[in-house]
C-alpha cells in the first residue's frame, strides 16, 4: 500500500506562483512514475504533468512553459512548480503514482491516489 500526501495548496492572485508538493510512504518503489492532475467543480479529471522514474516529463498543452514537475526520489517527494497562475488554473489537485512507470496522461493508468489539495487562483 502506498499513501500520497499533498501540501501546498492555497489561494493565489492571477500572475502569483505556488509550488505542491507530494510525498510517497508506506510500500514506495523507485521506478515509478508520478502524475498531476486537477479536477475544476463541474469538470472532468484532467492531466496536468507527469515525470518518469528517470525523470523524463510530460505536460498538458494549458500548462506547458508555466508549470514544472520535479521530484526528490530520496525523500519520495515530487513537486509541481506552478506560475503565471491564472483563474483557469483553480481545481483540486491530485498527485498520483503509476507502478507501470508509463508517465501517461490518462488517470486509469495510475494505482494510487492523493486526497487532494486546493489551488484557487483569484482575478
Known amino acids: 500500500q502506498v499513501q500520497l500526501v499533498e501540501s501546498g495548496g492555497g489561494l493565489v492572485q492571477a500572475g502569483g506562483s505556488l509550488r505542491l508538493s507530494c510525498t510517497a510512504s508506506?510500500?514506495?518503489?523507485?521506478?515509478?512514475?508520478m502524475g498531476w492532475f486537477r479536477q475544476a467543480p463541474g469538470k472532468e479529471r484532467e492531466f496536468v504533468a507527469a515525470i518518469s522514474w528517470i525523470g523524463f516529463t510530460r505536460y498538458a498543452d494549458s500548462v506547458k512553459g508555466r508549470f514544472t514537475i520535479s521530484k526528490d526520489s530520496a525523500k519520495n517527494t515530487v513537486y509541481l512548480q506552478m506560475n503565471s497562475l491564472k483563474p483557469e488554473d483553480t481545481a483540486v489537485y491530485y498527485c498520483?503514482?503509476?507502478?507501470?512507470?508509463?508517465?501517461?496522461?490518462?488517470?486509469?493508468?495510475?494505482?494510487?491516489w492523493g486526497q487532494g489539495t486546493q489551488v484557487t487562483v483569484s482575478s
Open positions: 498520483a503514482a503509476d507502478f507501470s512507470g508509463s508517465y501517461g496522461p490518462r488517470d486509469y493508468e495510475y494505482d494510487y
Open positions: 508506506g510500500r514506495t518503489f523507485s521506478r515509478y512514475a
